[in-house]
């Protein structure tokens, strides 16, 4: 069975950085592109940043030059550092894991429950 479980979620003043994590079970994901997506109240979920095997990456607009993906797959963990956090990167961040090892091509197969971050002003 697999599972993706998210961790390092929390309360933060604006400004501040938190640093998420996502391990995952039951599969190997190392070839596959995983990612972070989120959702606030009453929004759409959205991509926050996706990467690939290689380590190449992309990033919602929001979070360019603030959120970093990184992935380690010997633990076949994927991570999200986040600095400068502002109020409105209050969302339920989710990890996901695809079947695609191609980028820019979505496959997500795998979800993880979810971690809230809340930034205070």
């Known amino acids: 069975q697999v599972q993706l479980v998210e961790s390092g979620g929390g309360l933060v003043q604006a400004g501040g950085s938190l640093r998420l994590s996502c391990a995952a079970s039951?599969?190997?994901?190392?070839?596959?592109?995983m990612g972070w997506y989120r959702q606030a109240p009453g929004k759409q979920r959205e991509m926050v940043a996706r990467?690939?095997?290689?380590?190449?990456?992309n990033y919602g607009d929001s979070v360019k030059g603030r959120f970093t993906i990184s992935r380690d797959n010997a633990k076949n963990t994927v991570y999200l550092q986040m600095n400068s956090l502002k109020p409105e990167d209050t969302a339920v961040y989710y990890c996901?894991?695809?079947?695609?090892?191609?980028?820019?091509?979505?496959?997500?197969?795998?979800w993880g429950q979810g971690t809230q971050v809340t930034v205070s002003s």
């Open positions: 990467i690939a095997s290689g380590g190449s990456s």
């Open positions: 996901a894991a695809d079947s695609s090892r191609v980028l820019f091509r979505t496959r997500i197969d795998y």
């Open positions: 039951g599969s190997t994901f190392s070839d596959n592109v």
